[in-house]
Protein backbone atom coordinates (compact mmCIF):
# COMPACT_ATOMS: atom_id res chain seq x y z
CA UNK A 1 0.00 0.00 0.00
CA UNK A 2 1.40 3.59 -0.18
CA UNK A 3 1.43 5.90 3.26
CA UNK A 4 2.84 9.33 3.71
CA UNK A 5 5.74 8.32 5.95
CA UNK A 6 8.73 10.04 7.50
CA UNK A 7 12.20 8.20 9.28
CA UNK A 8 13.65 11.47 10.73
CA UNK A 9 12.27 15.09 12.53
CA UNK A 10 12.17 17.99 10.48
CA UNK A 11 9.92 20.07 8.61
CA UNK A 12 7.18 18.91 5.76
CA UNK A 13 9.67 17.91 3.35
CA UNK A 14 10.59 14.96 5.81
CA UNK A 15 6.69 13.26 4.57
CA UNK A 16 7.64 11.16 1.74
CA UNK A 17 5.31 8.58 -0.36
CA UNK A 18 6.24 5.57 -0.11
CA UNK A 19 4.86 1.66 -0.56
CA UNK A 20 4.93 -0.24 2.55
CA UNK A 21 3.68 -3.39 3.20
CA UNK A 22 -0.39 -3.02 4.31
CA UNK A 23 -1.40 -4.20 7.29
CA UNK A 24 -2.89 -7.61 9.00
CA UNK A 25 -5.94 -7.11 10.99
CA UNK A 26 -5.68 -9.10 14.61
CA UNK A 27 -8.75 -11.82 16.34
CA UNK A 28 -10.44 -8.05 17.57
CA UNK A 29 -9.40 -5.48 14.87
CA UNK A 30 -10.84 -3.86 11.46
CA UNK A 31 -8.73 -3.32 8.64
CA UNK A 32 -10.00 -0.04 7.08
CA UNK A 33 -9.71 1.37 3.76
CA UNK A 34 -8.73 4.85 4.48
CA UNK A 35 -10.96 7.59 2.12
CA UNK A 36 -10.34 10.49 4.27
CA UNK A 37 -7.57 12.01 6.70
CA UNK A 38 -7.26 15.31 8.66
CA UNK A 39 -3.85 17.43 9.79
CA UNK A 40 -4.06 17.59 13.44
CA UNK A 41 -2.60 20.10 15.40
CA UNK A 42 -0.40 17.46 16.96
CA UNK A 43 0.83 15.81 13.90
CA UNK A 44 3.05 18.71 12.66
CA UNK A 45 4.23 18.92 16.35
CA UNK A 46 4.82 15.32 16.34
CA UNK A 47 6.68 15.05 12.85
CA UNK A 48 8.57 18.49 13.42
CA UNK A 49 10.91 17.09 16.81
CA UNK A 50 11.25 14.76 19.41
CA UNK A 51 9.21 14.52 22.51
CA UNK A 52 5.86 13.50 20.81
CA UNK A 53 6.94 10.68 18.69
CA UNK A 54 10.31 9.36 19.72
CA UNK A 55 13.42 10.83 20.24
CA UNK A 56 16.30 9.59 18.17
CA UNK A 57 13.96 8.66 15.05
CA UNK A 58 10.35 8.08 14.62
CA UNK A 59 8.82 5.56 17.15
CA UNK A 60 5.80 5.38 14.04
CA UNK A 61 6.69 6.79 10.90
CA UNK A 62 2.99 7.01 9.78
CA UNK A 63 1.44 9.94 11.18
CA UNK A 64 -2.61 11.01 10.73
CA UNK A 65 -5.29 10.62 14.03
CA UNK A 66 -8.94 11.54 12.23
CA UNK A 67 -10.06 9.23 9.45
CA UNK A 68 -13.32 8.02 7.61
CA UNK A 69 -13.45 4.89 5.03
CA UNK A 70 -14.68 1.50 4.50
CA UNK A 71 -13.93 -1.96 6.34
CA UNK A 72 -12.16 -3.79 4.36
CA UNK A 73 -11.74 -7.10 6.31
CA UNK A 74 -12.61 -8.17 9.83
CA UNK A 75 -11.06 -10.11 12.46
CA UNK A 76 -12.60 -13.40 13.60
CA UNK A 77 -13.67 -12.22 17.05
CA UNK A 78 -15.23 -8.82 15.57
CA UNK A 79 -18.85 -8.98 15.81
CA UNK A 80 -20.10 -5.09 15.95
CA UNK A 81 -18.91 -4.50 12.62
CA UNK A 82 -18.40 -6.31 8.60
CA UNK A 83 -16.72 -5.57 5.41
CA UNK A 84 -18.10 -2.75 3.47
CA UNK A 85 -19.62 -0.80 6.60
CA UNK A 86 -18.48 3.01 6.23
CA UNK A 87 -16.88 4.25 9.74
CA UNK A 88 -14.86 6.65 11.25
CA UNK A 89 -12.82 7.52 14.34
CA UNK A 90 -9.13 8.40 15.79
CA UNK A 91 -6.51 6.86 17.11
CA UNK A 92 -2.77 7.88 17.17
CA UNK A 93 -1.21 7.07 14.23
CA UNK A 94 -1.28 5.70 11.19
CA UNK A 95 -4.01 7.36 9.12
CA UNK A 96 -1.99 8.72 6.38
CA UNK A 97 -2.01 5.66 4.54
CA UNK A 98 -4.39 3.61 2.13
CA UNK A 99 -5.17 1.12 4.75
CA UNK A 100 -4.98 0.75 8.79
CA UNK A 101 -6.05 -1.69 11.28
CA UNK A 102 -8.00 -0.36 14.92
CA UNK A 103 -9.64 -2.34 17.58
CA UNK A 104 -13.40 -3.00 17.28
CA UNK A 105 -13.56 -1.33 20.88
CA UNK A 106 -11.50 1.71 19.87
CA UNK A 107 -12.79 5.38 18.73
CA UNK A 108 -14.54 3.98 15.98
CA UNK A 109 -18.67 4.24 14.65
CA UNK A 110 -20.55 3.82 11.45
CA UNK A 111 -20.16 6.86 9.57
CA UNK A 112 -23.78 8.89 9.13
CA UNK A 113 -24.84 8.45 5.52
CA UNK A 114 -25.65 12.70 5.46
CA UNK A 115 -21.35 13.09 5.66
CA UNK A 116 -19.11 12.59 3.64
CA UNK A 117 -16.10 10.73 3.98
CA UNK A 118 -13.94 13.92 4.24
CA UNK A 119 -16.70 15.78 6.31
CA UNK A 120 -16.54 12.83 9.24
CA UNK A 121 -13.15 12.80 9.41
CA UNK A 122 -12.87 16.24 10.61
CA UNK A 123 -15.13 15.33 13.38
CA UNK A 124 -13.36 13.17 16.26
CA UNK A 125 -10.47 14.90 17.62
CA UNK A 126 -12.67 18.27 17.91
CA UNK A 127 -15.66 16.12 19.42
CA UNK A 128 -14.12 13.49 21.77
CA UNK A 129 -12.34 16.78 22.93
CA UNK A 130 -14.81 18.74 24.09
CA UNK A 131 -17.38 15.75 25.10
CA UNK A 132 -14.99 15.23 28.62
CA UNK A 133 -14.72 18.18 29.57
CA UNK A 134 -17.91 19.69 29.15
CA UNK A 135 -19.63 15.91 30.97
CA UNK A 136 -17.11 14.85 33.19
CA UNK A 137 -15.39 17.83 34.26
CA UNK A 138 -18.28 20.21 33.71
CA UNK A 139 -21.10 18.17 34.80
CA UNK A 140 -22.85 20.13 32.53
CA UNK A 141 -26.66 20.01 32.55
CA UNK A 142 -29.77 20.73 30.90
CA UNK A 143 -30.89 24.78 31.52
CA UNK A 144 -27.23 25.60 32.54
CA UNK A 145 -25.88 28.93 30.76
CA UNK A 146 -22.53 27.95 29.18
CA UNK A 147 -20.26 30.87 27.62
CA UNK A 148 -17.82 28.81 24.84
CA UNK A 149 -14.60 30.97 23.81
CA UNK A 150 -13.28 30.13 20.42
CA UNK A 151 -16.59 28.46 18.95
CA UNK A 152 -15.53 28.64 15.07
CA UNK A 153 -12.52 25.88 15.78
CA UNK A 154 -12.53 21.82 16.13
CA UNK A 155 -12.95 21.92 19.49
CA UNK A 156 -14.96 24.93 19.77
CA UNK A 157 -18.02 24.17 17.39
CA UNK A 158 -18.46 20.62 18.94
CA UNK A 159 -18.52 22.16 22.17
CA UNK A 160 -21.69 24.46 21.13
CA UNK A 161 -23.03 21.49 19.41
CA UNK A 162 -22.47 19.32 22.29
CA UNK A 163 -23.74 21.26 25.10
CA UNK A 164 -26.98 22.23 23.08
CA UNK A 165 -27.69 18.67 22.62
CA UNK A 166 -27.24 18.57 26.63
CA UNK A 167 -29.97 20.87 26.90
CA UNK A 168 -28.33 24.44 27.93
CA UNK A 169 -28.18 27.86 26.55
CA UNK A 170 -24.38 28.56 24.83
CA UNK A 171 -23.08 32.07 24.51
CA UNK A 172 -20.68 31.39 21.54
CA UNK A 173 -17.13 33.85 20.94
CA UNK A 174 -15.57 33.70 18.21
CA UNK A 175 -14.29 36.39 15.33
CA UNK A 176 -16.78 38.54 12.99
CA UNK A 177 -16.45 36.05 10.18
CA UNK A 178 -17.82 33.11 12.25
CA UNK A 179 -21.28 34.82 14.01
CA UNK A 180 -23.44 33.14 11.52
CA UNK A 181 -21.69 29.80 11.94
CA UNK A 182 -21.89 29.72 15.53
CA UNK A 183 -25.45 30.68 15.45
CA UNK A 184 -26.58 28.10 13.03
CA UNK A 185 -24.49 25.38 15.35
CA UNK A 186 -27.34 25.86 17.76
CA UNK A 187 -25.71 29.38 19.82
CA UNK A 188 -28.29 30.90 21.47
CA UNK A 189 -26.07 34.66 21.85
CA UNK A 190 -22.83 35.30 19.90
CA UNK A 191 -20.24 37.85 20.95
CA UNK A 192 -17.75 39.25 18.52
CA UNK A 193 -14.84 39.14 20.69
CA UNK A 194 -13.40 42.04 18.39
CA UNK A 195 -15.97 44.39 18.97
CA UNK A 196 -16.65 43.17 22.61
CA UNK A 197 -14.95 41.80 25.91
CA UNK A 198 -17.14 38.96 27.21
CA UNK A 199 -15.11 38.86 30.62
CA UNK A 200 -16.21 43.10 31.01
CA UNK A 201 -19.93 42.32 30.08
CA UNK A 202 -21.22 41.41 33.78
CA UNK A 203 -22.91 38.38 32.41
CA UNK A 204 -22.43 35.66 34.81
CA UNK A 205 -22.58 31.73 33.04
CA UNK A 206 -22.47 28.44 34.93
CA UNK A 207 -20.10 26.65 33.27
CA UNK A 208 -16.90 28.83 30.94
CA UNK A 209 -15.58 26.14 28.24
CA UNK A 210 -12.18 28.22 26.61
CA UNK A 211 -11.37 26.37 23.94
Given at each position: MKAITYTRFGPPEVLQLRDVPAPTPKATELLIRVHASTVCKEDPDMR???????LLNPAHPILGQEFAGEVAAVGPQVTGFKPGDAVYGIDTFGAYAEYKCLSEKGALALKPASLTFAEAASVPNGALTALPFLRDNGRIRAGQTVLVYGASGSVGTAAVQLARAFGAEVTAVCSTPNLDLAR??????????????????????DIIFDA
Open positions: AAPGLNGALGAFAVVDYTREDVTQSGRTF
